[in-house]
């Protein structure tokens, strides 16, 4: 038995853990020679043979896995910083890269904004359903002037293809 006895606290802190933990060991009886003296509430903890106590209880799982987390990685930290900045530099020239790759597309016409799309082709759209609307009125008197009805039919294709062909010089004005 060592000379020095400690409270549950100060074993706490000897070991490098809360005081609960330590506790809860007392509780499960993982500490129990370890134990010097009880006085009233208090416990008085043989340091030596506790830690002996535990290490023999220690579940081998759990050193693999504080090992890992404890241990240094294998480089050291001035190649783990090296490293790092040298991907940082490489990942801002390619985003640099890109940009300015996007700048030149959009610039040299690879690239057409949205927003002219959308209105060349809603422009498009009304202006195809606004001549459509107009057929009737455009060729009711044509129609019904002819008793051939494939002269009808010839007279509708040729307006069709007239909108068509409109449809077809509107949407020709978008940049290329």
């Known amino acids: 038995m060592s000379k020095k006895l400690l409270t549950v606290t100060a074993y706490a802190k000897h070991r490098g853990v809360s005081q609960p933990r330590i506790s809860y060991l007392l509780r499960e009886g993982r500490i129990k020679n ?40 294998e480089e050291t930290t001035t190649q783990a910083v090296t490293l790092s900045i040298t991907a940082l530099k490489t990942a801002m020239l390619q985003y640099k890269l890109a940009n300015e790759k996007w700048d030149y597309e959009v610039k040299s016409g690879k690239w057409i904004s949205s927003d002219i799309v959308g ?13 459509c609307q107009a ?15 494939f002269e009808c039919r010839k007279i509708l294709q040729t307006e069709i293809d007239y909108i068509l062909e409109g449809l077809s010089s509107v949407l020709q004005i978008l940049p290329k």
């Not at 535990?54 to 579940?59: F, M, V």
């Not at 060349?120 to 195809?128: D, I, L, V, W």
Request: charged share 40%; glycine share 4%.
């Open 135 to 149: 057929i009737p009125d455009r060729v009711a008197a044509l129609v019904a002037a002819e008793s051939d009805t």
């Open 34 to 73: 370890g134990i010097a003296k009880r006085k009233g509430r208090r416990l008085w903890i043989d340091p030596d043979i506790a830690d002996q106590e535990l290490e023999a209880s220690r579940d081998p799982r759990w050193d693999s896995k504080q090992k890992s987390a404890e241990d240094p990685p």
């Open 119 to 131: 209105k060349a082709f809603f422009e498009a759209g009304r202006q195809t359903r606004d001549q």
